[in-house]
């Protein structure tokens, strides 16, 4: 199991902005795909972004397209969500997740994904 722990989570108002960050404490978050997923009450979990090993390629959902921005820093094991223009349908736990499969590549799929932080909650009060 790789631990991967997520922080930056809390409760802002519409139109505000929060910084994600998925730590791993082994040097491995360097070597894989990396994806945030978020799960609000009542739905099923759904991808929020993607980004491939070197951060040169990267894929949002829809509905985050132009508000989000998903990085990493490679040397601090840690990937990062930056979200702006908060709405209160972002409210969910946001997850981070790493692939074992060919990091030069984005994924979509929950079941492309091995390994699962525990989750930080956003919550965006209107």
């Known amino acids: 199991q790789v631990p991967l722990v997520e922080s930056g989570g809390g409760l802002v108002q519409s139109g505000g902005s929060l910084r994600l960050a998925c730590a791993a404490t082994?040097?491995?978050?360097?070597?894989?795909?990396m994806g945030w997923y978020r799960q609000a009450p009542g739905k099923q979990r759904e991808l929020v972004a993607t980004?491939?090993?070197?951060?040169?390629?990267?894929l949002y959902a829809d509905s985050v397209k132009g508000r989000f921005t998903i990085s990493r820093d490679n040397a601090k094991d840690t990937v990062y969500l930056q979200m702006n223009s908060l709405k209160p349908e972002d409210t969910a736990i946001y997850y981070c997740?790493?692939?074992?499969?060919?990091?030069?590549?984005?994924?979509?799929?929950?079941?492309?994904?091995?390994?699962w932080g525990q989750g930080t909650q956003v919550t965006v009060s209107s």
């Open positions: 082994e040097s491995i978050i360097r070597l894989t795909a």
């Open positions: 980004i491939t090993e070197d951060g040169a390629s990267t």
């Open positions: 997740a790493t692939s074992r499969l060919y990091a030069s590549m984005c994924y979509r799929a929950i079941a492309d994904y091995d390994y």
